[in-house]
């Protein structure tokens, strides 16, 4: 194992912290991609990955999920990298690398604390049939949840397997939501790659013919969790990890990207308060109503003062 210390600049001892990665070692385009998503409330984590090859003589991807801050797989079903927060205070926040890899990727990362915030990560499983599903274990009433996947054949936790899928969601306690994911099919002679996106639902999940496997949306902020609702349901009990929070001001919300030349001023309205931090992710299309072909993905935050960024695609076909 090895220690490493980041020194986070909150000014305070988090609550929880937020961490992604697309395996780059530095701000220039690179073929293939590493996707890592992970969150932890100091005591629980939970990380989704996914990684898909470039230029290979067949589609040639993975996925992975784990009780870990950050994991990170390679193509071929490999664990890279994978850490379990060690330990934070008021000025670092350090990482137990329990497996290790020799590239330097650069890891994003959003702090989150404050004297009224309280965090807690969940692991639970998407039910098999529709209907309401409550999750429980929180300890108080959220005022927004953050969801990582692996997709409708993520069952089992740790678990490394083909095809590389992940799935980002989001609800705050005003019923404000969205919901996205890609698929990269593994092995498959021709690359079959497919994305979905939704701003009315919390949880989404396909399969590669653009079937909509899983998809949920909030119900309810409970005393011990919440509650979201499964419109459709497979007969897969996929894992899911979530971030609850609450002390928090929030507002979910989508917004299309303006066309105007570069470098275009956009504003976004309607939040009702002046955010400290914004998370934004896109699956790099107009509205669409269905999923649609090639995988594309996007994540990235900021402060007053710093950003940070990551996208990818993988070509259909």
């Not at 939704?198 to 949306?217: C, G, M, P, Y």
């Amino acid at each position: 194992p090895v220690a490493q210390v980041v020194a986070h600049g909150l000014g305070e001892t988090p609550k929880a912290i937020i961490l992604w990665t697309v395996g780059n070692t530095n701000q220039n385009f690179a073929g293939g991609f590493h996707h890592a998503f992970g969150m932890s409330d100091g005591t629980a984590s939970g990380s989704t990955s996914a990684a898909s090859d470039d230029n290979a003589a067949h589609a040639n991807s993975s996925r992975r999920i784990a009780a870990k801050a950050l994991t990170v797989v390679e193509f071929n079903e490999v664990l890279l990298a994978e850490a379990d927060l060690q330990s934070w205070d008021a000025t670092n926040f350090t990482l137990n690398w329990t497996t290790n890899d020799a590239t330097a990727a650069v890891v994003h990362f959003i702090a989150i604390g404050g004297a009224g915030v309280s965090a807690k990560v969940v692991n639970w499983t998407m039910p098999t049939a529709a209907g309401n599903q409550a999750v429980t274990g929180v300890g108080f009433m959220p005022d927004v949840v953050l969801h990582t996947h692996g997709g409708p054949a993520m069952t089992a936790n740790p678990s490394t397997i083909p095809d590389g899928v992940s799935g980002l969601g989001v609800m705050a306690k005003d019923g404000s939501q969205w919901a996205n994911t890609f698929v990269s099919d593994d092995p498959s002679n021709f690359s079959n790659t497919q994305r979905y996106q939704r701003a009315n639902r919390t949880l989404v999940a396909i399969d590669f013919n653009q079937v909509v496997q899983k998809e949920a949306s909030f119900v309810s902020m409970d005393a011990n969790g919440f509650t979201v609702n499964f419109t459709t349901a497979n007969a897969s009990a996929s894992q899911v990890y979530s971030l609850a929070l609450k002390g928090v001001s929030v507002k979910a919300g989508s917004f299309n990207k303006t066309t105007g030349a570069a470098p275009a001023t956009q504003a976004i309205t309607g939040l009702n308060f002046r955010p400290r931090a914004v998370l934004l992710s896109s699956f790099q299309d107009v509205t669409q109503g269905a999923s649609v072909p090639e995988t594309r993905f996007g994540i990235g935050a900021a402060d007053a003062s710093t950003g940070g960024s990551s996208a990818f695609t993988d070509e259909d076909g």
